[in-house]
Nanobody, 115 residues
Framework: QVQLVESGGNLVQPGGSLRLSCAAS????????MAWYRQAPGKQREFVAA???????TYADSVKGRFTISRDSAKSTVYLQMNSLKLEDTAVYYC?????????WGQGTQVTVSS
């Protein structure tokens, strides 16, 4: 079964931390670069961070220094460690391939940053 399953979202206060997980089918994970994207209410989905097969990472300017993406090939899982969360990080977070996402998306995981 081909799927992307995101988890780990929650309600957190500004300055807090969360760790998101994305379990991908191996056939997807083996495509290569995996990434996290997010979509805030009323906005388009945007790129957050990506990681290649040998661990090379790229980040959106808005999350540099605060978020860290990693991958576990044995588990076909991609992680996003989010620190120093801000109100503007509130969004539904998704994982997918990069730079061209697949035609389908998982259900995403909701991250809400609020005091």
């Amino acid at each position: 079964q081909v799927q992307l399953v995101e988890s780990g979202g929650n309600l957190v206060q500004p300055g807090g931390s969360l760790r998101l997980s994305c379990a991908a089918s191996r056939i997807i994970f083996n495509i290569g670069t995996m990434a996290w994207y997010r979509q805030a209410p009323g906005k388009q989905r945007e790129f957050v961070a990506a990681i290649g097969t040998i661990g090379r990472t790229t980040y959106a300017d808005s999350v540099k220094g605060r978020f860290t993406i990693s991958r576990d090939s044995a588990k076909s899982t991609v992680y996003l460690q989010m620190n120093s969360l801000k109100l503007e990080d509130t969004a539904v977070y998704y994982c997918n391939t990069h730079p061209t996402p697949l035609s389908f998306w998982g259900q995403g995981t909701q991250v809400t940053v609020s005091s």
